[in-house]
């Protein structure tokens, strides 16, 4: 298996602009998880899926952050207007079964965003 | 609000020691807690997986333990070799997955 997949692994944008990130999680997965890494705050959980269902959006910082879902197979991460401060590297992973998060999540190697 | 804290920040041993590393949170009502390790510039790899009913978990050099009573897991590295230097994290998972800040080892050929 290849693994979760994320696209581009590293994006630079000006502030203003729309900025789009994918992934593809492990066949079969049925969980999807976005997380955001910075030295200030560290791993956060932004928003995760249950069978394409977003679960729970409670840490998506501010309404420019929209995430979806449209097929078990993809997901997008979209930031508009993005900001300098949203620079960081996202990271996507996925997990075997639905629900609360009890089992293994299989991390992408993350997109790295600059905006400046 | 659970919170979940990793000390040390930073450890640096010579190769061949034994080490553990510490993962404390607040609140016990957890559904797991696993343990990751992040290379630089790369995502996070799952090293062992301990279910709340669980208090241990091993696979190879590395064995973790779990005490919700105490609020602690430990990370036990055995016979350290340069490869393992990497950031460990700790995360609880449940409803919603909680990272610690992590621990960054360095080990000295």
């Known amino acids: 298996d290849a693994g979760v997949i994320q696209s581009p692994r590293h994006e630079v944008t000006e502030m203003g602009q729309e900025v789009t990130l994918r992934c593809k999680p492990i066949s079969g997965h049925n969980s999807l998880f976005w997380y955001r890494q910075t030295m200030m705050r560290g791993l956060e959980l932004l928003i995760y899926?249950?069978?394409?269902?977003?679960?729970?959006d409670s840490g998506m910082p501010e309404d420019r952050f929209s995430a979806k879902m449209p097929n078990a197979s993809f997901s997008t991460l979209k930031i508009q207007p993005s900001e300098p401060r949203d620079s960081a590297v996202y990271f996507c992973?996925?997990?075997?079964?639905?629900?609360?998060?009890?089992?293994?999540?299989?991390f992408g190697p993350g997109t790295r965003l600059t905006v400046l | 609000k659970q919170e979940v804290t990793q000390i040390p920040a930073a450890l640096s041993v010579p190769e061949g020691e034994n080490l553990v590393l510490n993962c404390s949170f607040t609140d016990s009502a957890i559904y797991n807690l696993q343990w990751f390790r992040q290379d630089p510039g790369k995502g996070l790899t799952s090293l062992l997986l301990i279910q709340s009913s669980q208090r241990e978990q091993t696979s190879g050099r590395l064995n973790a333990s779990l005490d919700k009573s105490s609020g602690r897991s430990t990370l036990y590295i055995a016979a350290s070799q340069p490869g393992d230097s990497a950031t460990y994290l700790c995360?609880?998972?449940?409803?919603?997955?909680?990272f610690g800040a992590g621990t960054r080892l360095f080990v000295k050929a």
């Open positions: 992973a996925s997990s075997l079964h639905g629900g609360a998060n009890t089992d293994t999540q299989y």
């Open positions: 899926f249950n069978n394409n269902v977003p679960i729970d």
């Open positions: 995360a609880l998972g449940g409803f919603k997955t909680i």
